[in-house]
Nanobody, 119 residues
Framework: VQLVESGGGLVQPGGSLRLSCAASGFTFSSYIMSWYRQAPGKEREFVATISSNGAETNYADSVKGRFTISRDAARNTVYLQMNSLKPEDTAVYYC?????????????WGQGTLVTVSS
């Protein structure tokens, strides 16, 4: 199982970035996909999630209206479009894949990609 994030980098406040997470080794279409982030000195926090079929999304209040999560079943990839970035969005962003079937849970994480918002 692999989740490989990419697209992080340095961006000025007000700018945009698109993160990608390429999944392999599991049935992508069966998993809820999410993005989390961890800022320096803080705990990891939820950012956004998308249902297995892509029909439902949910966002943290801090990013609602600025970030958009999407998924491409043909490419086994989930995206996070981040607009109007703020310095407080600076963090390592992690991709997560989750599925629960009856009592069995599968929970996978990527290695993270760093986003720095600074002038």
């Amino acid at each position: 199982v692999q989740l490989v994030e990419s697209g992080g980098g340095l961006v000025q406040p007000g700018g945009s970035l698109r993160l990608s997470c390429a999944a392999s080794g599991f049935t992508f279409s069966s998993y809820i996909m999410s993005w989390y982030r961890q800022a320096p000195g803080k705990e990891r926090e939820f950012v956004a999630t998308i249902s297995s079929n892509g029909a439902e999304t949910n966002y943290a209040d801090s990013v609602k209206g600025r970030f958009t999560i999407s998924r491409d079943a043909a490419r086994n990839t989930v995206y996070l479009q981040m607009n109007s970035l703020k310095p407080e969005d600076t963090a390592v962003y992690y991709c997560n894949a989750y599925r629960q079937l009856l009592l069995r849970k599968n929970d996978y994480w990527g290695q993270g990609t760093l986003v720095t918002v600074s002038s």
